[in-house]
């Protein structure tokens, strides 16, 4: 049976092409989803303005916004395993992950309730007896929200979570690799009494239904997360229209070891690092710079880690590594390992695609580490999201600082030392939006997220996460009974 998408807070079929969605570990049949098409696109829109305008969600108080999200959040946290395991059947994320993602929803939509209860306005009267002064943040009305194949519940969540807590509408475009998640969130929302009209999600190409959300004019906010690519091309589009954006994009981040680090605390993060979701993370840390007094040592320990990950069947225990999301992807990290051998590198592990027994049915790739390249290899500046590690070794600290600021991303870094104080200030002058000390890939819903340069622009999360789905307005009292003077 074909499955029906959600428009406007109604369940059925789209009028756009029937897709596919597919399990990564085998390529066995998910569903078939028929996706939405521009008419589609246009009446969730139109009637998400009109909900949104004509309901009273937006003018409902904080306490009442907040009660659908707690309820949210319950209705995740009661049905985790098997979000978490439709997550898996979606992107072919091992379970142990997944349930961690389904968990970290729940917290978003619950974190953004406390949030929204705690917003205050603010006077902002200096010193003035015949007025006073105060600013108050309103929602901006209808918000297209886009999200990526590697995390989507986790992503969709973080997205609809302050974007609804503001007061908005959302029409949620997921990948159209994994919509299977984004589809089972709407039935949530509307089991948690969200008004009828609020939420839509729209199943499709990007290019072609994710653009012509954006492009829309009754949009007053494209919230994305995805490669900086989509992302410039999403800017272009919200410049054209004087509307804001969040842009979460791409990264090829760094992991600095110095010389006094802990070799085995440093080289079980690592590898977590750039091999947990088999690398296809925007904060993998993919490049990994070692102090060339320890280069040897720390190195033998990482390979050995990771030659010891088990990759397999992601509905199966104990696995470290499910497949990659799909033959394609496959091919392309392939091909960036193939240039970084053709550029002099040496692949110390990995490097081929798994197809042994079961193997064979998926899009498999083991852990891949490669030495012996520097950092103006196309493999060091270039996002292979998937399980590719290229190590550099390093004696300056000055030049490792400008080799790891040398990229046109800047989304997060990672160092590893017992001296904290020299740990600040190498982090204070890395030009990336996260930076983790002797830990990685480790996340708070209160601690803001986003990148530098090509890496976005815009934060997520934090308790003021909620703000940047409003518009701020400010509001003059006059206290005086006279006349303005020269209306006198």
């Not at 709407?186 to 609020?198: M, R, S």
């Not at 880690?305 to 199966?316: F, K, T």
């Not at 079961?358 to 270039?382: D, H, V």
């Not at 996460?465 to 020269?486: D, F, R, T, V």
């Amino acid at each position: 049976m074909v499955k029906e998408i959600y428009i406007a807070g109604e369940w059925r079929l789209g009028r756009g092409p029937v897709i596919q969605s597919n399990f990564p570990a085998d390529q066995s049949l998910n569903a078939e989803i028929a996706s939405a098409s521009l008419d589609d696109v246009h009446e969730a829109i139109v009637k998400a303005d009109q909900a949104w305008r004509q309901s009273a969600w937006r003018h409902s108080l904080p306490h009442e916004r907040a009660k659908i999200l707690y309820r949210v959040a319950d209705l995740i946290e009661a049905r985790a395993e098997q979000l978490a395991q439709l997550q898996t059947r979606d992107n072919g994320k091992p379970l142990a992950e997944t349930r961690a993602l389904v968990m970290s929803a729940a917290a978003t939509a619950r974190f953004n309730a406390a949030a929204c209860e705690t917003l205050n306005e603010e006077l902002t009267t200096q010193r003035a007896a015949d007025f006073m002064t105060m600013s108050v943040h309103e929602p901006v009305g209808v918000v297209a929200a886009i999200t990526p194949w590697n995390s989507p519940i986790a992503s969709e969540v973080q997205k609809l979570a302050p974007a609804l807590a503001a007061g908005n509408a959302v029409v949620l475009k997921p990948a159209e690799a994994t919509s299977l998640i984004a589809l089972e969130l709407a039935k949530i929302f509307a089991e948690a009494g969200l008004p009828k009209g609020l939420l839509s999600v729209l199943v499709g190409r990007g290019a072609v239904i994710g653009d012509a959300i954006a492009q829309h004019p009754l949009v007053r906010k494209i919230s994305f997360t995805g490669g900086t690519t989509t992302g410039r091309h999403l800017a272009h589009i919200a410049a054209d229209k004087l509307i804001t954006t969040a842009l979460e994009l791409g990264g090829k981040s760094p992991t600095i070891v110095l010389a006094d680090a802990d070799i085995e605390l440093a080289a079980k993060g690592i590898v977590y690092g750039i091999f947990s979701s088999a690398g296809q993370a925007c904060i993998a840390g993919s490049r990994l710079f070692i102090h060339r007094s320890i280069y040897d040592r720390l190195l033998k320990r990482i390979v050995e880690i990771s030659a010891a990950l088990r990759v397999g069947h992601p509905e199966q225990p104990n696995v470290h590594m499910g497949p990659l999301i799909n033959a394609k992807h496959l091919q392309s990290v392939h091909q960036y390992v193939e240039l970084a051998k053709a550029e002099g590198g040496q692949v110390v592990l990995g490097g081929e695609a798994l197809t042994a027994g079961e193997l064979s049915k998926g899009s498999y790739y083991p852990p891949t580490i490669i030495t012996g390249l520097s950092n103006q290899a196309q493999s060091c500046q270039q996002e292979i999201f998937g399980p590719v590690l290229v190590v550099l070794a390093y004696d300056d600290e000055q030049d490792l600082i400008a080799q790891a600021n040398d990229s046109c991303f800047g989304l997060a870094a990672g160092i590893w030392t017992e001296n904290y104080r020299h740990a600040w200030r190498l982090a204070r002058v890395l030009e990336v939006g996260t930076v983790w000390i002797n830990t990685y890939k480790k996340f708070s819903v209160s601690t803001p997220f986003g990148g530098f340069k090509d890496s976005g622009i815009g934060r997520e999360k934090g308790r003021l996460g909620i703000l940047s789905y409003m518009q701020q307005k400010s509001i003059y009292l006059g206290l005086s009974e006279q006349a303005n003077p020269w209306a006198e």
